[in-house]
């Protein structure tokens, strides 16, 4: 019994001292970040059935090209034959391809109209997207804003936090619940993305963009402003805690008093609404 607890014990802790439930990048990943939204699911499903596609394609045309390389060759054919028209042929390398784009839109424009369709949210946060932070605005919860800027290497080592990635302030939100993210741009065009929710939504100054996600997976996700925003685009990460309801209401209150003398600024709320 013992020797069952500590050897679960000792598969545990390196588990957690790499923390266990973060969603970032790895060194020789291939492919993308596992997916932790319905959306994500999607774009992951649809991204296979390409790459099936695409497979199949050029599996086709690597067969045709060396069966041309073969049998007609100057070796094996001396003499060319002189045709120059197959209607047959024509007709059905321009048919055959429309098909195949066909195929290709019709879930395509499934899954964009389905990211772009923001179910009834539980929450709403506002991404502000400033040189080189972000603040986040909960305008409908207590109307209260904090700005959330990257932790330092030494900062970063200490709270075990990925270097690059980890933020001072990272935005809450609970699990399995619709979160809208109205993003923004205080200065330049910015653009808040984490890969694994499958969600990149640019940051336009004067104008407020929609979109969505609804995380299915407990855990600590990371994302990294995506559009070139100046000298320090490349440290203005976004770091997302998904939590249990409970942990959430707890990190509200909290979050409530601590930036209470942070309004969000009139200029939004008017744009908001
Ligand atoms: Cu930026």
Avoid at 73 to 94: G, I, K, M
């Amino acid at each position: 019994m013992f020797l069952r607890k500590s050897f679960t014990a000792a598969l545990a802790l390196p588990a957690l001292a790499s923390p266990a439930l973060a969603e970032l990048p790895h060194d020789w990943q291939l492919g993308m970040q596992p997916a932790a939204t319905p959306v994500m699911v999607q774009i992951e499903d649809f991204h296979r059935l390409l790459l099936y596609i695409i497979i199949g394609i050029c599996l086709f045309v690597l067969a045709l090209l060396i069966w041309v390389m073969v049998r007609y060759n100057h070796r094996a054919n001396p003499v060319p034959s002189r045709t120059h028209h197959n209607t047959l042929l024509e007709v059905a390398w321009t048919l055959i391809p429309v098909i195949i784009l066909v195929l290709i839109a019709i879930p395509s424009f499934r899954l964009l109209y389905f990211e772009a369709a923001i179910p009834k949210p539980d929450v709403t946060v506002e991404a502000i997207g400033k040189q080189w932070f972000w603040t986040y605005a909960f305008p409908k919860d207590g109307n209260f804003q904090f700005d959330s800027y990257m932790l330092q290497d030494a900062a970063a080592a200490k709270a075990h936090e990925p270097r690059l990635l980890g933020v001072d302030n990272p935005l809450y939100v609970p699990v399995n619940k619709v979160v809208e993210v109205d993003t923004t741009g205080a200065d330049v065009i910015h653009s808040w993305s984490v890969p694994a929710f499958g969600v990149k939504m640019d940051a336009v100054p004067g104008r407020i963009n929609h979109t969505w996600f609804k995380a299915t997976r407990l855990g600590t996700y990371y994302g990294q402003c995506s559009q070139l925003c100046g000298a320090n685009h490349a440290y203005m990460p976004i770091e997302v805690k998904v939590v249990t309801q409970a942990e959430y209401d707890a990190w509200l209150a909290k979050a409530k008093k601590k930036y209470a003398a942070n309004e969000t600024p009139d200029a939004l709320r008017v744009a908001a609404q």
